[in-house]
Structures are given as C-alpha cells and as structure tokens.
C-alpha cells in the first residue's frame, strides 16, 4: 500500500465518529403502522387464521422475518443519524414480534425496550410504544378502551397513554391511537371515530387540568383526516396558524395533503390518516424540547414506493396485495416528529 493510501485510509478512520455520533440537538420519534405484523402461530380468540403457513396467504417464519428486517431499515433509516428515541407502532399482534423486532434485527444495539397490552381488537392488532431506555424513563402508562352508549367495551384498539422524562429533563405525554377504521363504509363507521375522538379528548383535557402547562406528543392512524370532524371538531386539533395556546392542540400534519400526497393510498386518492398533534406549550415551550412544525414530516424514502400502473404516478410497496405476496413494508408511510432540545 502507498503512503497516500495509507493516509486517505486512516483520514477515512478518523471522520467515521464524526459522521456515526447522533445529532443532540434533536430528538427523534416516529410513528408507523406496519401493515399486519402477525407471528405465525394461530391464536383461537383472534382473527388472525389468514397469518398462518396453511393459509391463503402462506405467511410463513421467512416472509415474517423478512417483514421485520424491512421494518428495521425503515426505523433506522428515518431520522438518518439520530435513530428515533421514540417508536409508536400499530398492527402489530403481540408482544412476541415486537421483542423479535428488537432482537433478531439491527435494532439489537439500540437498548429499544418495550410498551404493550393485548388489546379487545376482534384482529388481535395492537398498539406498541418502544423507547431507548438510555433517553427515556417511563413514569406512567395506561390503556384507555373505546366504549359504547351501555359502557361495553368495543373490540377495537385502546388508546395507549405513556408519560416519561426524555434526555433527563422534560417530562413528555406521548398518546398512541389506531382508530377505527372505514372498512365497512364511512358513514357506517364514522360514529367509532367521534367516540375515539371525544375519548382521547377527555384524556388530554385532564392532563390539563393537572399540569400547568404539559407538553403533549399525540400521534396515531386516525383513518380520518385532518379536517374531518374527529379531528378537527372533537379532538380540536387546529393548524398552526397565528397565535398559538398553550392550552390548545395542534396538528401538524394539517397542510400534508394539500400538494396531492398523503400518508396511504386507495386507488388514485392519497389520505393523510397518520397524523402527529401536539400542545400549545410544547410549541411556546422557551427551554426543553421544543416542537416546530417544519420538523413534523412524512418519511417518504423512494423504497417505499413502486410504480402504479393501475392509476397512474406511484403507490406504495406493501406486503401482499390481497392474497397476493409481494414482499413489500406497509399499506402506511411513517411519520416524524423532531424535538429540538434548547438547553
């Protein structure tokens, strides 16, 4: 070897620390439903006979430990060099893949630990909260049931409620919603949305109540959008627009849709259901973590995506398409929010 390649080795050597190190100034979390993340193994009380290896479907341990992989390299890919802090996933069915997900992946080094409870879902899916256990302590948890009018519960996802210190100082109120969806018809279904809505806003409300000023993460596949009343009327979840409360909500997510894009695809019409809705005070807060709304985005890497030629322009690669494997990530795009850290 020559001198000068010596020397371009070793100035390669010496700038990888540079280029691995996380930025501190920011604080990664997603959020990502990952398309029926379902083990293998038959469950009598779910739904879940179409993710067997005798089923239709043949969802057998190589394409489940494919499907993990992929959702490895979406997660470590999504915020570059500062790997999320805060993972929020829905469909996924049960605590097992989501420790297989930070084992048997490259997500083994990042110290991810996990939140999680069956849920009543007629599926089996449920919601998931995993956090870097070296950037966040968890303080409290709760699983929150949608109910009906005689105070039954529905066999839909619960709304997951975690509060925690991130980076040693701010105490963060994270909400994780999968709401229910319009598979039978939207305004068939649109009733379960609303109870969604006004369930998550009493939550939040009491947080106001019993905290001056709490910064809120709110974060989900509300399969509605924006402006639909769930959001807008119930939840009150407003756009960033003038003066901002700190006692309000706001959604981040709120212009997404406006360049034609969105967060899922049904035939040619885009939807922006995987929203990121924050307080008032974590966009005023002057020390801490702060939000601004540049800093909320879709992840939209070009491997998510695959040629329609059905509707023209592009759709994304999902893992079957009916019963039909192709190998994909998610019918979802996932989204971030980056916290800057002002002290």
């Known amino acids: 070897m020559t001198i000068r390649a010596i020397i371009i080795v070793l ?26 993340l379902f083990d ?8 879940d006979d179409e993710y067997v290896p005798s089923s239709g479907r043949f969802w057998t341990h190589k394409r489940l430990n494919k499907k993990l992989l992929d959702i490895s390299k979406v997660i470590l890919s999504a915020s570059g060099y500062n790997i999320p802090t805060v993972i929020a996933l829905c469909e996924i069915e049960n605590r097992n893949v989501l420790e297989r997900l930070i084992t ?10 996990i939140i999680h409870k069956e849920s009543p879902d007629h599926r089996g899916i449920d919601v998931a909260f995993l956090y870097n256990s070296n950037k966040f ?17 529905l066999r839909t996802r619960e709304i997951l409620y975690v509060s925690g210190v991130l980076n040693g ?37 009491l947080l106001f109540e019993q905290f001056r000023s709490p910064k809120i993460v709110i974060m989900g596949d509300f399969n509605d959008n924006p402006t639909d009343e769930s959001l807008y009327k119930i939840l009150k979840a407003k756009k960033v627009n003038g003066k901002v409360l700190n006692s309000a909500l706001y959604n981040l997510s709120y212009d997404w849709g ?3 894009k969105g967060t899922l695809k049904y035939q040619s019409q885009w939807s922006v259901f995987d929203q990121i809705i924050v307080s008032g005070f974590l966009l005023n807060s002057n020390f801490g973590l702060v939000a601004k ?30 019963f039909s494997y192709m190998g994909g990530f998610s019918d979802h795009l996932p989204v971030l929010l980056q916290l800057e850290n002002l002290d």
């Open 11 to 36: 100035l390669f050597l010496f700038s990888i620390p540079s280029f691995s190190q996380e930025n501190t100034d920011h604080t990664s979390i997603l959020f990502y439903n990952v398309e029926n």
């Open 40 to 47: 293998t193994k038959d469950n009598p009380q779910t739904e």
């Open 104 to 113: 048997d992946t490259p997500l083994n080094s990042k110290s991810y630990k």
């Open 137 to 153: 302590i968890p303080i409290n948890y709760k699983h929150y049931p949608l109910k009906n009018r005689k105070d039954s519960i």
């Open 169 to 205: 100082g701010d105490t963060i109120h994270f909400f994780v919603n999968h709401w229910p969806s319009r598979y039978s018809g939207f305004l068939e279904t649109k009733q379960l949305r609303n109870s969604a809505a006004s369930l998550l806003r009493k939550k939040v409300d």
């Open 258 to 260: 406006e360049d034609g």
């Open 293 to 322: 709304p540049e800093n909320a985005k879709i992840i939209n890497h070009s491997f998510l995506y695959e040629k329609d030629e059905k509707y023209r322009g592009l759709k994304l690669k999902r893992t079957y398409y009916g």
